[in-house]
């Protein structure tokens, strides 16, 4: 399996999220930072997650994508779109409610031209483990599933 990446471009107010490989908690703290920078401006119009060349994407990211979309509604009553050619990827979207707080396109994208940032991983335990408490936090309220299969998870974290 190849290491993950996530890469980031903003055009024209349209933000490119570009997963790849196995992505996992390592980079919660700069995507997150990330997340931070993107609602401090006002331009965006738009969110795309590219995950047509993700092969694993971990629960901490999908909580950290859950985050973007539900501050992206409640600021800009936007609806991000995440583009995955993986019947595997979509299964899993769909298992953890994806399908209501995304538009979930099967298709690969088209280019957009515009200066691409490689985010960093961490190796920080402290605010990582605090950002994979928050990122499951969003998870478990989008559905009852979800917070069934996170709740064990998330008290262990809460206790350390």
Not at 109 to 129: F, K, N
Request: proline share 2%; hydrophobic share 40%; glycine share 4%.
């Amino acid at each position: 399996m190849q290491p993950g990446k996530i890469w980031v471009a903003d055009h024209d107010g349209v933000y490119v999220i570009r997963m790849e490989g196995d992505v996992r908690l390592t980079f919660c703290v700069s995507f997150d930072g990330f997340i931070d920078d993107m609602f401090s401006r006002d331009d965006f119009c738009s969110i795309i997650f590219d995950l047509t060349k993700a092969e694993l994407v971990d629960s901490t990211t999908l909580g950290l994508m859950a985050k973007i979309s539900i501050l992206a509604d409640s600021r800009k009553q936007l609806r991000p779109a995440v583009l995955s050619t993986s019947p595997s990827m979509n299964r899993l979207l769909d298992s953890m409610g994806f399908g209501e707080i995304f538009d979930i396109i099967n298709e690969a994208p088209t280019t957009i031209d515009a200066a691409v940032c490689l985010l960093e991983d961490t190796e920080d335990e402290c605010t990582t483990r605090q950002k994979v408490l928050e990122a499951h936090r969003v998870l478990m309220a989008l559905n009852e599933e979800n917070r069934e299969t996170f709740q064990d998870l998330v008290k262990t974290l809460e206790s350390c």
